[in-house]
């Protein structure tokens, strides 16, 4: 089988080339952009002074992050992505012998982190609709939580909560538990369903919202992500910043990405743009793939990671033999739409 790929080489998609050993990774959720220009300029100057140290404690980074969403900077958290800020938050409100509630499937560092800190997940399924069943996690919040996580859009369906579910659910908690808002993909929801989340913070002081430039932004290998939350919360959560923990490409590399805003949305509205085709196309097949806000699908059915995985796609596999791919790359499309043309 021959398939088109990406010359990485080059801005995407403008030259292809055929290799005879087709090989796409999609389980990661990669944007398969290469940085923005402008970004990519930016980071080229800043490696000329590789040889010197970032700031001991961020301190620029948090001001540029919150002159762009509205907060003052001291509700500004940032870490190594939003994994490693998700990390401090943990340590910050977590003890040995606590409990982290959150639905499954869901984010894999969750799981992971928890057994780092020494704490408990309590997990509850998705609905029958692949979303977040937040009666059902609000029910499971015992005297031993002190974690709950939601995300919007959720990973790996995309599938999208209400603000109203979200505000229902966060007036629902007790407020000595912390609800970690993940927001890795919100540059892909659109418009119509964006919630304002500053707001939020600052009707529920036990939310804190987590964002990252790994996805929309295509920086994930600089590992650039960022909290926000009331004042009190932010403390907390900033006690754990580790030293030298935010590298020198952050700064320049967030600087510019905001300044290349109609790039970005571009590119966001390519890469969702193709998540649709795909989606339209596998559901033609009688494929299950729920709507996602996200940019990635979720494959729903027996073996679909498997099948994906002998056609040399490499997809994000769950128990139930569904995957999570991620969406943007046509050429990935189409060895997708190939590789389950039996199903």
Not at 334 to 340: C, G, M, Q
Request: hydrophobic share 45%; proline share 7%; charged share 20%.
């Amino acid at each position: 089988m021959t398939i088109e790929t990406i010359d990485a080489t080059v801005p995407f998609p403008d030259r292809r080339v055929v290799t005879e050993q087709p090989h796409f990774e999609l389980g990661l959720s990669e944007n398969p952009f290469s940085p923005l220009p402008s970004v990519l300029t930016a980071l080229n100057s800043v490696m000329a002074h590789a040889n010197k140290y970032p700031e001991f404690m961020p301190d620029r980074l948090p001001r540029v992050i919150a002159n762009r969403i509205g907060v003052d900077p001291e509700q500004v958290v940032v870490g190594s992505g939003a994994t490693g800020v998700a990390m401090q938050i943990m340590q910050a409100v977590m003890r040995p012998g606590d409990r982290i509630a959150f639905t499954l499937p869901n984010f894999d560092g969750y799981p992971i982190m928890a057994s780092i800190v020494g704490v408990q997940p309590t997990t509850v399924p998705l609905d029958t609709a692949g979303r977040q069943d937040l009666r059902r996690l609000a029910g499971v919040i015992d005297r031993r939580t002190s974690v709950v996580v939601v995300c919007r859009p959720h990973n790996p369906t995309g599938t999208l909560l209400t603000e109203d579910e979200l505000r229902r659910f966060l007036a629902a908690v007790p407020r000595r538990v912390v609800v970690v808002l993940d927001e890795a993909y919100v540059e892909f929801v659109n418009a119509a369903n964006s919630i304002d989340a500053v707001e939020l913070t600052r009707k529920f002081p036990n939310l804190v919202v987590l964002r990252t430039f790994s996805k929309a932004y295509g920086l994930a290998g600089l590992r650039i992500g960022y909290a926000f939350a009331a004042h009190e919360l932010a403390e907390r959560i900033r006690k754990w910043q580790l030293p030298f923990g935010v590298n020198a490409t952050a700064v320049p590399a967030v600087i510019a990405s905001y300044a290349a805003e109609n790039e970005l949305q571009a590119r966001v509205k390519r890469i969702t743009a193709e998540r649709e085709y795909l989606r339209d196309a596998l559901i033609r097949r009688r494929i299950r793939v729920p709507r996602s806000f996200a940019n990635f699908l979720y494959v729903q059915g027996a073996g679909v990671a498997d099948t994906l995985s002998r056609a040399g796609i490499i997809a994000k596999p769950y128990p139930d033999g569904s995957a999570r791919i991620a969406a943007g790359d046509p050429a990935a499309s189409r060895a997708v739409l190939e590789a389950l043309a039996g199903r």
